[in-house]
T-cell receptor, first 112, second 118 residues
Framework: QKEVEQNSGPLSVPEGAIASLNCTYS??????FFWYRQYSGKSPELIMS????GDKEDGRFTAQLNKASQYVSLLIRDSQPSDSATYLC????????????FGKGTRLSVIA | EAGVAQSPRYKIIEKRQSVAFWCNPI?????LYWYQQILGQGPKLLIQ????????DSQLPKDRFSAERLKGVDSTLKIQPAKLEDSAVYLC????????????????FGSGTQLSVL
């Protein structure tokens, strides 16, 4: 059973701080990793993807991947109240026929 | 570019009734997915189509759920009969190809159908 684990939170950070969201996965053949943001009552929206070990930066977002530890994280710098949402980690293998498996999500609350 | 379209937006039914959801993916997207998201959980894949063929339906409760994608474009998901535990948001998503095959493949979600079974 392929699993993606996330701390459900809520994670509360003050405005302007760095929010750190973590995700672990069980399937060692996983190769593609995604972070989705989901506002309450809305559908998930892709914010980051990462495929190689190391860091990938996009604006205020940095995704970090460590395949040896089966760990992927998302850092949000200069957190804003508008970043308050549930962040879903999703993982798939590099086979084409493996579905995207989602974690339960971490609820982030940025306090103004 | 138009996004993934879903209807209806909300549906309330009684248990043992039937219900159908409709999805129109982004134009040109070959792969279509139906996900079920129960409150407080991440989306769970129900079925994945590549054009009009089924790629994965291992988590679809086939005794009550069915889905089709005629002509490889629109798709419908049906539940008959519905149970209380089917209350969830049903998300349709599409991608231009199979995820994991190319590193630039991404999944785009529709706005979902919120189903309440009473």
């Amino acid at each position: 059973q392929k699993e993606v684990e996330q701390n459900s939170g809520p994670l509360s950070v003050p405005e302007g701080a760095i929010a750190s969201l973590n995700c672990t996965y069980s399937d060692r053949v996983s190769q593609s990793f995604f972070w989705y943001r989901q506002y309450s009552g809305k559908s998930p929206e892709l914010i980051m993807s990462i495929y190689s070990n190391g860091d990938k930066e996009d604006g205020r977002f940095t995704a970090q991947l460590n395949k040896a530890s089966q760990y992927v994280s998302l850092l949000i710098r200069d957190s804003q109240p508008s970043d308050s949402a549930t962040y879903l980690c999703a993982v798939t293998a590099f086979s084409g026929n493996t579905p995207l498996v989602f974690g339960k999500g971490t609820r982030l609350s940025v306090i103004a | 570019e138009a996004g993934v379209a879903q209807s209806p937006r909300y549906k309330i039914i009684e248990k043992r009734q039937s219900v159908a959801f409709w999805c129109n993916p982004i134009s040109g997207h070959a792969t279509l997915y139906w996900y079920q998201q129960i409150l407080g959980q991440g989306p769970k894949l129900l079925i994945q189509f590549q054009n009009n063929g089924v790629v994965d339906d291992s988590q679809l409760p086939k005794d009550r759920f069915s889905a089709e994608r005629l002509k490889g474009v629109d798709s419908t998901l049906k539940i008959q009969p519905a149970k209380l535990e089917d209350s969830a948001v049903y998300l349709c998503a599409s991608s231009s190809g199979l995820l994991g095959v190319a590193t630039n493949e991404k999944l785009f979600f529709g706005s979902g159908t919120q189903l309440s079974v009473l």
